[in-house]
């Protein structure tokens, strides 16, 4: 009881992020632990080749899950802004735009996208035989349409991470996860199951936490409630002003982590996509580990730098130093353990190569170091050199993935993430050392 004394004390910010540190671990503790078991009950579900047609969708979904052009980042960051300074008004106002402004984008984003599936030749951009999956176009305008409403209402997570309260959003992610394993597990039990149920297994209860929890929310912050009325044009500039730099960055990072399954089933195989896919869920467990602890200081670092406090930044980021550290540790350990993990967790009936982990457990270690320095540049909003860097990554990326990819297969297409992703890791690196020493100028202090 004492240590938990001393683990919480400190001064109120510091406090806030430890409680939501805790929080986030229990919940993405509970969080890991669907994700690992959604991956066998749905291959219980579908085949090999299925299961890597519904990745590769999945990983097409994650675009319209970042196409709000960076409003929901802007929010985050001008709510911690306007609650810094006690100014409710303002903050309700801002909560205000951003949905109307969601509405607006989102819905004609979903009939477009509806327009252009219903055009295409879908089969042969995710390079799908029609005899295996012959009801792929209404697939994707289920997922399309259910992600982008869900979209619409997830904004309630930049309301809790832009009031330092990161482990709520955990919260409702990881609902919206848990409703879905026990409807896989049901369709299993059943024996009634396709990929088209499996895309709604996977996408409806989301939406069902999110709308259960948006009257919950302004229930308890009346203060932030959205209405209409309060729907301001001049906020919107300095939501988008920031907000489009977030926008850069989500979009290039789409294009560079999201793109990956959608070149594997191209270039190789849908088949080869459930391998890597099952690598990359297995070492996004320190990525998430890490996310928890990182995430409460976005919010926390907006905080102190408006006040001020860049000696509090200082000590956070030396702290960080060790976790860092352990992390690594911790990812050489999985690398070791996983032939015996994966043999527990999916059986042997998918082989998944050691140098597929050695790569992927680098490429992981990589993205970690980057994220480190990344979160507090987004908490003080000096991301042109990021958002610059990241969208010549995105550049970069596909030629490259695409030319490695076909002489090394999969292995080319994870060494050409671990690349790209290095340029940003040190540049992140090199900006906030200028920034806490005062000495960056140009496009490093913007």
Not at 181 to 188: N, R, T
Not at 204 to 224: E, G, I, N, R, S
Request: proline share 3%; glycine share 4%.
């Amino acid at each position: 009881m004492q240590g938990l004394k001393n683990i919480l004390n400190g001064n109120q910010r510091s406090v806030l992020i430890k409680k939501n540190i805790i929080a986030s671990l229990i919940i993405k503790g509970w969080n890991s632990i669907v994700l690992f078991l959604l991956v066998p009950v749905t291959l219980l579900c579908l085949n090999q080749y299925e299961y890597g047609v519904w990745l590769t969708i999945s990983s097409v979904l994650v675009w319209i899950d970042q196409f709000d052009i960076g409003l929901g980042n802007g929010l985050r960051n001008k709510l911690a802004e306007s609650v810094a300074h006690n100014d409710f008004q303002r903050a309700r106002i801002l909560t205000s735009t951003t949905l109307v402004m969601l509405f607006i984008i989102v819905i004609p984003l979903i009939t477009f996208l509806i327009f252009i599936i219903k055009t295409i030749n879908c089969y042969y951009i995710f390079n799908v035989d029609p005899s295996y999956l012959p009801s792929l176009e209404s697939i994707l305008v289920l997922s399309v349409t259910l992600v982008g409403v869900t979209f619409i209402f997830k904004f309630i997570n930049s309301i809790y991470t832009g009031l330092q309260l990161p482990a709520i959003s955990n919260l409702l992610l990881t609902l919206g996860k848990t409703l879905s394993l026990i409807v896989i597990l049901w369709m299993a039990f059943i024996d009634n199951h396709s990929v088209l149920n499996i895309a709604l297994a996977y996408t409806a209860p989301t939406l069902f936490v999110y709308l259960l929890a948006y009257p919950v929310t302004f229930h308890y912050y009346k203060k932030l409630k959205p209405s209409i009325f309060l729907f301001r044009k001049d906020e919107l500039c300095g939501l988008f002003s920031l907000g489009l730099k977030f926008f850069y960055v989500q979009i290039a990072g789409v294009i560079i982590f999201a793109s990956s399954n959608l070149i594997i089933s191209k270039l190789i195989s849908p088949t080869e996509v459930t391998p890597y896919q099952i690598a990359y869920n297995y070492f996004c467990l320190p990525l998430m580990l890490f996310m928890l602890i990182v995430t409460p200081l976005w919010s926390a670092t907006t905080d102190a730098f408006h006040k001020g406090e860049w000696q509090w930044i200082k000590n956070v980021e030396k702290r960080m130093h060790q976790v860092l550290l352990a992390f690594l540790l911790f990812i050489v350990f999985m690398i070791i353990i996983a032939p015996f993990v994966f043999h527990i967790w999916i059986g042997d009936e998918i082989h998944i190569d050691m140098l597929l982990n050695i790569m992927m457990g680098f490429y992981i270690m990589v993205v970690i170091f980057s994220l480190c320095y990344a979160n507090i540049l987004f908490g003080i909003g000096k991301i042109n050199m990021l958002s610059t860097v990241t969208i010549i990554e995105a550049i970069v990326f596909l030629p490259l993935a695409v030319f490695l990819g076909r002489r090394f297969d999969t292995i080319g297409i994870v060494s050409a993430l671990i690349i790209v992703n290095s340029l940003c890791a040190v540049s992140n690196f090199i900006q906030y050392r200028k920034l806490s020493k005062g000495k960056a100028t140009g496009i490093w202090n913007k």
